[in-house]
């Protein structure tokens, strides 16, 4: 089982963003051979959207959650779980440097420098050559 934590940052529709935001993590975990995941995410509404299959009025993220739908069959298991935004400062913290452009959207084993205070906050390992 692997947890994948995912947030959103960018200029415009947020729901968008987020919808985005879970189809990459959803990508990335399928792509890693994981088949047992746990997503997380803090934005209530798409997590909701994406469970309920309530789409009404929210044309613009349709074809994003029906992707989601199609990538989340890939899974052997996948629990849909919502997180308060004070659970989930590691992501929010990672992607607030990716759209700066700070550090790297993406990295699996060691962390980058600015993200390591965050992680360690979070109670999360880092390794102590960072």
Sequence with gaps: ?????????????PLEVEAETILEGLKLA???GHRNVVLE??????????QKRNLKGLWKIIPIVEEIRRHACLFS???????????????????SLA????CSSEWDSVPPPSLVDV????GLPCPPSV
Excluded: E, F, T, Y
């Design 99 to 102: 759209i700066q452009r700070v």
């Design 77 to 95: 298991s996948l629990h849909w779980k919502w997180i308060p935004r004070s659970a989930n400062k590691a992501a929010h913290a990672a992607a």
């Design 1 to 13: 089982m692997i947890k994948v934590n995912v947030d959103g940052a960018w200029k415009g529709n």
């Design 30 to 32: 399928a792509s890693s």
């Design 41 to 50: 995410n803090d934005c209530k509404n798409v997590m909701d959207i994406i």
């Design 119 to 122: 992680l360690s906050r979070d």
